[in-house]
């Protein structure tokens, strides 16, 4: 996990649940099917990022570029996912060479209320985080998102 081998107690929970998922197969097919929406979705939100943000270019190290970001107000959101980019501005690191997403960080400038704080609340200062890194020639993997 996060680069570093698995504790014996988390390890041996691990090796359990992939047992379950090689036995079960529908278990198998559920996980397969969530994983592949969480895909979709983060694809989704993704495809968002260039309206949802004006960026300024903050120059090159090495191979990556930085540009920092902050809401474009002209931005309209197909949905309540992507209001959140109304509220956040960041940093996004991109691999030149590779074109691809390295670390995507934003922070929420202000709270963000869904269906008026009923659906669900994000407090401001919280942080947003995409992470991508080569795990072999050409090959990359999602960290995924997560909020803090």
Do not use: C
């Not at 970001?69 to 949905?79: D, T």
Request: no cysteine.
């Amino acid at each position: 996990m996060n680069g570093h081998p698995l504790e014996p107690g988390p390890e041996q929970n691990e090796d359990a649940r992939i047992q379950h998922l090689l036995h079960d197969r529908e278990a198998f097919q559920k996980q397969r099917r969530k994983a592949q929406q969480d895909f979709a979705e983060e694809l989704r939100l993704l495809q968002m990022l260039d309206e949802a943000f004006i960026y300024q270019d903050e120059g090159k190290d090495g191979t990556l570029r930085k540009l920092n970001f902050k809401p474009n107000r002209a931005f309209h959101p197909p949905n309540h996912e992507g209001e959140v980019f109304h509220h956040m501005e960041g940093t996004v690191w991109l691999d030149m060479e590779q074109k691809r997403l390295v670390t995507h960080v934003g922070v929420l400038t202000s709270d963000v209320k869904f269906g008026w704080g009923v659906l669900g609340h994000l407090a401001k200062g919280g942080t947003f985080v995409v992470e991508q890194r080569e795990v072999g020639k050409g090959h990359w993997n999602s960290r995924g998102w997560t909020w803090t």
